[in-house]
């Protein structure tokens, strides 16, 4: 999309011999909220499809791909947090997963708070910010190998990821942008704490042998990962 511009014309004939009375006139065509007077974001397919391609924008962009590299590198992040032993040293890929928001989430959210503040909507502003926040560690990452990032965004996903293994500030990002959050998103954070604070109790009271029986599930590759539904039902047998 191309930045408007302030632009001068003079209406004076270049016929030095006509005289004709001059008068300039000034265009200014603001960006702001272009893209929403195309009526964009009032097609909920259009909507959609306009997420998609901003988060497959910034997975593809440099500051993205610097990022996660740091991550690796720099903060221990280039192993399955699922099965410890997968490497991206050792040839395995290794994806960062969003949690408990997913990108498109987070993008949504990007979305809806400059809608309100009267900014622009231009793909590469809300993909500046969303990688903002990155940058500044209130998105929620966790690594896995390509198998269980799969089985994590597909339909019978069903794995808990504990908060304190997560990297991000989760928390932080909801306090500032709390009057731009779905209630859909807050319902599924708050769950998600729900979750977390069964899980704290149960990993300071009950063995890992227990934990690994009760709350672990094998998935169709017969890998074992946590479960959330498992979770929620030991946390109700426990409470009876």
């Not at 030095?16 to 195309?38: H, Q």
């Not at 500046?128 to 990032?149: A, F, I, K, S």
């Not at 729900?194 to 017969?222: A, C, F, H, Q, W």
Request: glycine content about 6%; overall charge negative.
């Amino acid at each position: 999309m191309r930045i408007a511009h302030v632009h001068n014309f003079n209406t004076s004939s270049s016929d030095p011999k006509k005289t004709v009375k001059s008068a300039t006139i000034e265009v200014d065509i603001k960006p702001i909220r272009y893209l929403e007077d195309l009526g964009l974001f009032d097609d909920e397919k259009e909507f959609y499809r306009f997420i998609v391609r901003t988060k497959y924008y910034i997975r593809k962009s440099g500051s993205y791909t610097e990022f996660i590299k740091f991550l690796k590198k720099k903060r221990g992040m280039n192993r399955c947090g699922v099965h410890v032993n997968l490497w991206g040293d050792d040839g395995y890929q290794i994806h960062m997963h969003h949690t408990p928001l997913v990108l498109e989430d987070i993008i949504h959210v990007v979305i809806a708070k400059r809608q309100e503040e009267m900014e622009t909507l231009t793909m590469s502003a809300i993909a500046r910010e969303v990688m903002e926040l990155h940058y500044l560690g209130l998105v929620g990452l966790y690594p896995l190998c390509e198998t269980c990032h799969e089985y994590a965004h597909g339909d019978t996903n069903d794995l808990f990821i504990p908060e304190d293994a997560i990297y991000g500030d989760v928390d932080a990002f909801f306090d500032i942008y709390d009057k731009y959050i779905a209630d859909s998103l807050k319902q599924k954070y708050h769950t998600w704490k729900t979750l977390n604070e069964g899980y704290s109790i149960i990993k300071s009271e009950i063995p890992e042998s227990l934990m690994r029986k009760y709350i672990y599930v094998k998935t169709k590759g017969d890998q074992q990962v946590m479960s959330n539904a498992a979770l929620v039902g030991f946390i109700n047998e426990l409470s009876k």
